[in-house]
């Protein structure tokens, strides 16, 4: 038989685009094989992190600081704004003497 040249026939078109198709569905099963087993073992090592994060104790609580006494310019505007209620009709007696006791404790 003479040898042909130039294009391919039939045939060779064929076999050509069956081992073309072949090569791509491999690789493409090994590349998603290869994604899976990554996947995978990201997810063993996160839930192993998590694990271990789980197993460490809680560290213990930071002692509350004592609440810090307001500064004696405070006390004195509440106390002239307590003296302004109280000559306004605005607080009682009693009320005065309770909120004065309150400013002056604190």
Do not use: C
């Amino acid at each position: 038989m003479p040898q042909r040249f130039g294009r391919p026939g039939l045939l060779g078109t064929i076999a050509r685009t069956a081992v073309i198709s072949g090569t791509a569905s491999a690789v493409s099963n090994r590349v998603e094989r290869g994604m899976g087993q990554r996947d995978m073992r990201r997810q063993a090592e996160a839930q192993a992190q998590q694990q271990a994060r789980a197993d460490q104790p809680a560290p213990p609580p930071q002692p509350a600081a004592p609440p810090a006494a307001p500064p004696a310019a405070d006390r004195v505007s509440q106390l002239t704004a307590l003296a302004d209620l109280k000559a306004q009709g605005l607080l009682t007696d009693e009320e005065f003497a309770a909120e004065k006791a309150r400013v002056l404790n604190s």
